[in-house]
């Protein structure tokens, strides 16, 4: 049977990627961020993972209004990395599980969500720009990708993704393999990236959000789209791919790291947790 | 329905439906032979993708907060920005109705 052995919410932004890549962690203006990633990187390690479920957003790079789906999942031995306008990350492309992945999709369906299945897909910063700080980036750990619309509104409700990653749960411990994996959930925190309020970040609500999705997720399901995206921004209504992380760990979880800085005009945090 | 939060347009499908030559015009510039393309002839390029009048306007003067208003999401007019070399706080500044030195100047006071 398989096992959730983690959860991480960590920001993405395309901006902080290229600032690791170019060894600036220690840069005052970064090193908060940056310092907060070590010790969550060690305890990864050490949890032998066989697998990362990584809940995201994609920007307009492998899905466009054509055809956007509210959720997909990535079936792929693969994953390229998406050139996003500005050229690629010189990162080698990502592994899948596709085993796993259409193991994932018949128990999602039975479960009553129906995510699009893409058996070939890029992925762009919301799944790469931070996993080099958390993992070996010849990829040791292959990946499934789950992209959520919150970008082309009407996008799904908080509640949803809260029940979304109750059912990973039940997915991955109906899986016949003993394998020990670990659900990312990435975007946000508040961040505000066109209008009258451009630039906007709040601290208190990033620092809020990070306490009560550690000790008492479940009112933060009930939270409205207007709630969200007031207080964290149009964008930052990103956070919302963080609650199937925090649900697929159960009821109670250990705290193992805990990050926020808000350098630029992005609230940026970092959590892990373990089940308990 | 949501349309606007704070002084900043939810990206709903009515925009989506207005904005979607702009949007794929932008998403096109994912590809580096169409980035060069685009800087090579704009015009050319844009009236290639089959933008209207206005719309090629709108992107001959970097009138981000227009693209914005014409329905442009921010994730996709950013690769426009990208391609011509301009970085998102210029972008995000001239949405809020600011020069960037203007934008800059604001958060120093914060």
Same mark, same amino acid.
Request: aromatic share 0%; hydrophobic share 40%.
């Given at each position: 049977m398989g096992r959730i052995v983690g959860g991480i919410g960590s920001s993405h932004a395309p901006s902080f990627g290229p600032v690791y890549d170019k060894g600036q962690q220690k840069d005052p203006m970064w090193a908060p961020l940056f310092d907060g990633y070590v010790p969550v990187r060690t305890w990864l390690e050490a949890l032998?993972?066989?697998l990362f479920i990584v809940v995201y957003n994609d920007h307009g790079n492998q899905f466009f209004f054509n055809s956007y789906p509210t959720f997909a999942l990535g079936a792929s031995e693969m994953y390229p990395q998406a050139d996003e306008g500005w050229g690629k990350r010189d990162l080698p492309d990502m592994r899948g599980d596709p085993d796993f992945s259409w193991h994932l999709a018949r128990n999602l369906i039975d479960d009553e969500f129906d995510p699009t299945i893409c058996q070939e897909m890029s992925v762009d910063h919301g799944v790469m720009s931070f996993m080099p700080m958390l993992t070996d980036t010849r990829w040791p750990v292959p990946i499934v990708p789950f992209a959520v619309n919150v970008i082309q509104h009407p996008v799904p409700k908080a509640r949803r993704l809260y029940k979304l990653g109750q059912a990973f749960r039940r997915a991955v411990e109906s899986y016949p393999k003993d394998i020990r994996v670990v659900v990312f959930g990435t975007g946000g925190l508040s961040h505000q990236l066109q209008g009258a309020r451009f630039g906007f970040t709040d601290p208190d609500w990033d620092n809020e959000f990070l306490d009560r999705l550690e000790t008492d997720p479940e009112p933060l399901a009930a939270l409205s789209h207007r709630e969200y995206m007031e207080r964290g921004g149009t964008e930052g209504?990103? %956070? %919302?791919?963080w609650l199937p992380m925090r649900a697929a760990l159960g009821p109670k979880v250990k705290r193992i790291g805990r990050t926020y800085h808000a350098p630029m005009i992005t609230g940026y945090g970092l959590l892990a947790l373990e089940p308990v | 329905m949501l349309d606007e939060i704070s002084g900043a347009p939810v990206f709903t499908g009515e925009r989506s439906r207005a904005g979607y030559r702009l949007n794929r015009m932008a998403m096109s510039l994912t590809d580096p032979a169409n980035r060069a393309a685009f800087v090579a002839d704009e015009t050319d390029y844009l009236h290639g993708m089959g933008l209207s009048e206005s719309e090629v306007d709108l992107v001959r003067r970097r009138d981000w907060k227009g693209m914005i208003e014409a329905g442009g999401n921010i994730y996709l007019i950013i690769k426009i920005a990208g391609a011509l070399g301009i970085a998102l706080y210029e972008v995000g500044a001239h949405t809020a109705g600011m020069s960037l030195e203007q934008f800059m100047a604001q958060r120093k006071g914060r």
């Open positions: 032998r993972p066989d209504i990103e %956070m %919302m791919n | -």
